[in-house]
Each structure stands twice: as structure tokens, then as C-alpha cells.
């Protein structure tokens, strides 16, 4: 079967925008089915600051009292509008949270500014299924 080629600009820019309609579609169908959840979840939102002068061997640890280590809460973790290109860009991760009261940021590069990230507490149902 003959191999089909992308000969000009004109079909190179349809074939960008299909893939760009597909992910929003496929985004669109994740929130679909997320958002419902959020809504009736029980949560807490935690705001914290990674200041640019408290990276210490591309980590560090933050305290707030919603952390807790427990099977019955998840975490969703991202940094707001401002921060979100330079933690991208650092490779900014949080660890499991592993002991109550604290979470431990890592990077792979250290970022040079302050960082504000926001933590989502999830409490969720756990399935012995």
C-alpha cells in the first residue's frame, strides 16, 4: 500500500488543527467525567510558597497542617498562573507525602524566583475490591 505524504503547508496546517480538535476533545471528556467528582468531593485547597532562596540540594520541605499522610487523601498539586512556566520549566515535583504536616518539592534545575504552588486535598474512599 502506497504511503501517503504531507506535500504542502495547506495539508500540514489541517493535519495540526485535526490533532488540536482531537486533544480538546479529549480534554473536554476528562472534564467531563472529573469535574462531577470535584464538586461532590470533600477537598481542601492549600496555597504554599517555595521561596527561591530555600532550595537545598534541588529540594525542599514546606508545613502546612491539611498535609496529612493518610490513605484517604489524595493530592493534586500545581503551581498558579504566574508560577506555572518557571516549575515547569525547573521540573518542580512534589513527593508522596509521607509524614503529617509537610510536603518535600524537588527540581531539576533550581528555580530563581519565589514559586506559589496550590495543593488540592482529596479525601477519598478506599476499595478493597
Known sequence: MAEKKITTLEQLRALAEKGKLDTLNRVNEI??????LLESAQHT???VTLPAENWSGR???VQDESLLANGNY?????ADT???MAASESGVKADNITIDGQITFRC????VGNLTIYI???EVEQSNE
Open 108 to 111: 531539576e534545575i533550581t528555580p
Open 74 to 78: 489524595w493530592y493534586i498539586v500545581c
Open 82 to 84: 504566574d508560577s506555572f
Open 59 to 61: 529540594a525542599q520541605t
Open 31 to 36: 472534564l467531563e467525567s472529573v469535574v462531577p
Open 120 to 122: 488540592l486535598r482529596l
Open 45 to 47: 485547597g492549600i496555597t
